[in-house]
Nanobody
Framework: QVQLVESGGGLVQAGGSLRLSCAAT????????MGWYRQAPGKQRELVAT???????DYADSVKGRFGISRDNAKNTVYLQMNSLKPEDTAVYYC??????????????WGQGTQVTVSS
């Protein structure tokens, strides 16, 4: 059974930094893209950043220049380095693994979410 385990959320002051990690485990053969999404109270879940197995990254305009996504394919782990955090970055951050291939087939998976709170 594939699981995504996230860590690294917390409370930080505006201008500070946090690093999120997400490790995918459970009989994985390969993963296409991995990424981070976020959902603030009363808002829809939105893309933050994604990265392919070939390390091609894409970012939401709101985080470009402040956030960096990286990936360790050998560990099936994706990271999100968040710098110059703003109060509007406050949200629950969800890890996503797209097109995960196991011996049972192909599926997409989500993590349980980790809270990031940025105080002004």
């Amino acid at each position: 059974q594939v699981q995504l385990v996230e860590s690294g959320g917390g409370l930080v002051q505006a201008g500070g930094s946090l690093r999120l990690s997400c490790a995918a485990t459970g009989g994985i053969i390969s993963i296409n893209a991995m990424g981070w999404y976020r959902q603030a109270p009363g808002k829809q879940r939105e893309l933050v950043a994604t990265i392919t197995s070939g390390s091609s990254a894409d970012y939401a305009d709101s985080v470009k220049g402040r956030f960096g996504i990286s990936r360790d394919n050998a560990k099936n782990t994706v990271y999100l380095q968040m710098n110059s955090l703003k109060p509007e970055d406050t949200a629950v951050y969800y890890c996503n693994a797209d097109t995960v291939r196991t011996w049972l087939g192909i599926k997409n998976y989500w993590g349980q979410g980790t809270q990031v709170t940025v105080s002004s």
